[in-house]
């Protein structure tokens, strides 16, 4: 368990180092984006401003043309007018290609944001999954350490010849932990302790206890010898 969280930590960490270089570079690509966006707006603004005084200069070209009575002044007056709508034509062109590019460039921004809230996010589970895991193996030591206390609490009474405590004790320890290293040990003893408190049947069940789950044990060893004892 502790290699499974420490390859999970070491794997979270790396994620992160690895989201942290993207976030860094998905920032700055999205500056220059914005960057490009800008000067593409500001652009826009320059050539509706000229658009704007050409179109005045049309009207002016238009109220001069009403009152010019020269034929001379009207032929210039409407090559002027001529070059300035064809420059408008081009002017809209290029305003068009500014605005194409400037709504490409407004897709990729969201698309780059996008990308960087699914970062987020993913950054925001590792780090859940990464703290539910310490939480399981803080809870998971607890419990060990509690089921560790029970049986040397067990141990303490039993070396001072405290049955009743011992039993009690090592019972608890049964208990909590039924798969324990010790059980075998745990079971043996609390035969130990009835007998020393001269209750032989009770004894009797706990030796018989260790005899048919760890027949193959040290424990069974022993208990069979007491049993043999109590004849």
């Not at 007056?77 to 590019?101: F, G, H, R, Y």
């Not at 001269?198 to 706990?206: I, L, N, S, V």
């Amino acid at each position: 368990m502790k290699l499974l969280v420490t390859l999970v930590a070491t794997s979270l960490f790396m994620t992160g180092c690895l989201q942290t270089r993207n976030d860094v570079r998905n920032t700055e690509q999205r500056q220059v984006y914005q960057q490009q966006v800008t000067t593409m707006q500001r652009a826009n603004a320059d050539a509706s401003e000229r658009v704007t005084d050409l179109q005045e200069q049309m009207r002016a070209f238009n109220g001069r043309l009403d009152v010019v009575e020269n034929s001379q002044q009207n032929a210039n007056l409407e090559k002027q007018l001529k070059a300035a709508q064809q420059q408008n034509e081009a002017l809209t062109k290029k305003v068009d290609v500014l605005q194409e590019s400037l709504t490409k460039m407004e897709n990729q921004i969201y698309q780059q944001a996008a990308v960087l809230n699914a970062l987020q996010a993913n950054r925001q589970a590792a780090e859940a999954a990464e703290k539910a895991a310490a939480e399981r193996a803080a809870a998971e030591k607890a419990v060990e350490k509690s089921k560790r206390g029970s049986y040397e609490t067990a141990q303490e009474f039993f070396n001072k010849k405290d049955w009743k405590q011992a039993i009690l004790s090592y019972q608890k320890y049964r208990d909590e932990s039924p798969k324990g290293t010790h059980f075998a040990d745990a079971t043996y003893k609390i035969g130990v302790s009835f007998q020393e408190l001269g209750m032989k049947e009770e004894a009797k069940t706990f030796f018989d206890e260790v005899l048919s789950k760890f027949p193959k044990s040290d424990e069974a060893r022993r208990a069979k010898i007491r049993l043999k004892g109590m004849k």
